[in-house]
T-cell receptor, first 114, second 110 residues
């Protein structure tokens, strides 16, 4: 399988649940990203990992917790979310985070928080 | 704060028309500008522009960057219904930072 994959594709959860989103890239890239896309708003960068180290956290609430165990996998752990967290969560990867490089996106996880 | 403004926000055209989508930006440490097409889910990469005045082409799509005036345009000629999508402009500033615009929603009707 090639490219960037994300699971699950759809997720419905209650505010007290704990769930995780998974991203896997098969491109040999060294940088991975989590974005949030809400209706009628631009894509918002949440987290950046480069060589498995977090290099940026754009003031994301602590109810979102990323994990990057290796350069091919990225997780987003979710707990006690709010309805306004419902959105499309996109994972992306690039060769590295220093160069002017294209970010390739996964298909996203559509999250609904009830 | 980095800014990206895309215009128009939405556009409805008939098949065969030519469209021009605009993107103006202000980013710190500009490196490149990327265009993406987003249909139902993930944005798919179209172009990366790094130099002013050099047109990039891919089939009926083309794009050009003006680093002096801080804008880029995306042209689509002979539009087809399959071109219906949201087109996103994303200048690349700080090393990892893509700043996305709100996008232009293009609807091509038969």
């Amino acid at each position: 399988e090639t490219g960037v994959t994300q699971t699950p594709r759809h997720l419905v959860m209650g505010m007290t649940n704990k769930k995780s989103l998974k991203c896997e890239q098969h491109l040999g890239h060294n940088a991975m990203y989590w974005y949030k896309q809400s209706a009628k708003k631009p894509l918002e960068l949440m987290f950046v990992y480069s060589l498995e180290e977090r290099v940026e956290n754009n003031s994301v609430p602590s109810r979102f917790s990323p994990e990057c165990p290796n350069s091919s996998h990225l997780f987003l752990h979710l707990h006690t979310l709010q309805p306004e967290d419902s959105a499309l969560y996109l994972c992306a990867s690039s060769q590295d985070q220093e160069s002017t490089d294209t970010q390739y996106f996964g298909p996203g996880t559509r999250l609904t928080v009830l | 704060e980095d800014k990206v403004v895309q215009s128009p926000l939405s556009l409805v055209v008939h098949e065969g028309d030519t469209v021009t989508l605009n993107c103006s930006y202000e980013v710190t440490n500009f490196r490149s500008l990327l265009w993406y097409k987003q249909e139902k889910k993930a944005p798919t990469f179209l172009f990366m522009l790094t130099s002013s005045g050099i047109e990039k082409k891919s089939g009926r799509l083309s794009s050009i960057l003006d680093k002096k005036e801080l804008f880029s345009i995306l042209n689509i000629t002979a539009t087809q219904t399959g071109d219906s999508a949201v087109y996103l402009c994303a200048p690349h500033g700080r090393s990892y930072q893509l700043t996305f615009g709100k996008g232009t929603k293009l609807s091509v009707i038969p």
